[in-house]
């Protein structure tokens, strides 16, 4: 891809507006020369930032706007007070009217999600988008989906989050053929919802050659990376993504408390400082920031509203992969592929003879 | 209570059988002299271990059978081969007919709810046993549930988990009237499903002395103690135990990878190795190992298959608390003065006089 990237950032949006966000955008720019971004925002706020950053001025255009959605904006509140006039909204227009490749929000996920969904549309034979999340795990990374954009999740849905969860695992991991797993309770035949059931039958029967269908995962196969894209709806996605935050937080906490509890332990720490820099690293929940909104047709990304400019920079980097691997296209392939599948078999299930001749 | 507690053990139990069992009744016993044991199962394989553990051996009776559930039966073989016959039935058929007080068991869970259910029975006005478990905190330990017993819940079903489990945490906590909150996607009114909402009305309405609802919490809050009771239904409750589960055993490799990767790590290790056998001994499972089965006419206590006999001394104490603190009276009592409360709110609804005077 010769073209450069054009990525459009809601510059108000996060916890920290755009003290966090010109900052990111300059590092994402290092990282990736070439990349031209429309910064949306109060300019007033933008330009004394722009200004220390002489690349990223170079190579940025400044949108003005004085609307900013708030983090704790119901989505409901976000489209009466910020549609069309909102940085977030304009950042996402951007993508509509194809000023920008893609957008890239720090704002509140719900008003995000109900924009982009207003504003983008969902893709043909997509009903509802999902979240992504990228997943730490022992091996690398997974794609977690969906952790929180709706709740509930028919057959025929699960079966789309597993198609677009591939196609950006493909990109993200670069595997020709990433596996696919789907959350359950246990691994037996026996166990689990009917629809989760009814998804893994269909996987199985649509046998897509972009995605390799392993059967049930449980909630402990997630850190292990026993599959590269873990497929489950929003309600439960979002709790395992925060159960796991949370647990993480919990053992950080921990380990605090026992490598400063005597002089031993802290003699040990010092010892051993290089090793916990590595964890912390390792450890660090801006190496996975950017969740990735599927199934709307544009990229939008999210960023964690808390991020620093670091984390900032690694999910415009997320979008910068997403554009220049053509993730929209993949997925629209995929999906028609499955919906192809799945209207030959219906057809040849409808034509008695070839029914009687296939079933033995 | 001056009544010895009487406690039924499955002996074939777990990935270890009697040779972790026997050992762990030999250890719970001398952290509460007094207890009783029914040892059931093979005794050719319990006597030679038994005779190694005389104080065990003197407050035991062993009964004999040579049928054992393995750990991979399905609940309905479990059944047709080990109704009445197996060790796990017989160990809790002796709670039925009062021969014990409680029954644990390290066979599998599938096989131990199944045959609970039928041979003791749920206790009135519960549709559906649960199963609750001891959830780690950087506070201390907090009661999530259901961890897997059934998948979906009613509103009415979500308030009986509360009652239940506040009755669970009043024994473990020592706390008079344990926090409740139901776990959901977001604090906020707008999120989530419609039955979490409606009992979360329906706690707040009851407004019951023996627990103090507190509304909706995340999955962050399970590591960060935020309430004493937390309460989901069994596939989410399931699918974040294993996640935090996993997530835990992921940082400690991480752990151990970073420790040993340079000499300054591995002399830091050396320093500080007192620090991480604390760090060990917080996270070790076995310190909350037994889940206890709620809403049965009887305790039933599951230990980890794959536990030692620390780990099964530790499910059999959390039996003799239950027995000692009579968890089945406190919950009886509770769920009896809802459902007092639920009809006399419905009867005044009924009553028109009443109703018009009650809505202004």
Redesign the interface.
């Known amino acids: 891809m010769n073209e450069a990237v054009r990525i459009a950032i809601d510059a108000m949006g996060g916890d920290h507006g755009p003290s966090v966000v010109v900052p990111g955008a300059a590092l994402a720019l290092r990282e990736r020369p070439g990349t031209r971004f429309l910064l949306v925002g109060d300019e007033a706020q933008i330009a004394p930032l722009l200004a220390r950053e002489p690349a990223l001025s170079a190579a940025s255009e400044v949108v003005h706007t004085t609307v900013a959605v708030r983090m704790d904006d ?2 409901s509140q976000a489209l009466r007070s910020g549609r069309r006039t909102s940085s977030m909204w304009m950042a996402i227009d951007a993508v509509k009217t194809g000023r920008a490749d893609c957008v890239v929000s720090a704002g509140n996920t ?1 008003a995000l999600m109900a924009m982009s969904k207003i504003c983008l549309r969902t893709m043909a034979h997509v009903d509802r988008p999902a979240i992504a999340a990228m997943w ?3 091996k690398g990374v997974s794609i977690v989906l969906d952790v ?1 954009a709706s ?2 999740a028919d057959a025929q849905h699960l079966v789309d989050l597993g198609i677009m969860g591939a196609a950006m695992a493909r990109i993200v991991r670069g595997i020709e053929r990433p596996s696919v797993g789907l ?1 359950n ?1 246990g691994v ?1 035949e ?1 166990k ?2 009917e629809e989760i059931k009814a998804a893994g039958r269909m996987l199985r029967e649509l046998a897509l050659p972009s995605l390799d269908y392993r059967g049930f995962v ?7 990376g026993t599959v590269d894209v873990v497929v ?1 709806e ?3 996605g ?14 950080g ?3 605090r408390e ?2 400063s ?2 002089l ?2 802290k ?10 820099a ?2 912390r690293e ?2 660090d929940p801006r190496g996975v920031n950017g969740g990735v909104f599927l199934g709307l047709d544009g990229v939008v990304i999210k960023s964690h509203g808390g991020t620093d400019a670091v984390g900032y920079a690694r999910a415009i980097g997320v979008g910068h992969e997403m554009v220049s691997h053509d993730l929209l296209a993949r997925i629209r392939d995929q999906l028609a592929l499955s919906q192809d599948s799945q209207s030959a078999a219906a057809a040849a299930a409808a034509l008695p003879g070839t029914a009687a001749v296939s079933a033995p």
């Open positions: 119901k989505p719900g730490p795990t022992v929180g709740i509930g959350l309770v037996e026996i689990g919802l449980e909630g402990d196969d997630l850190g292990r489950t929003g309600f439960t979002n709790i395992a993504l925060k159960t796991a935050e949370g647990t993480a937080v919990q053992i906490r921990y380990l026992v490598m509890a005597n031993m332990s003699v040990g720490y010092w010892f051993a400082r290089g090793a916990f590595a964890l390792k450890m």
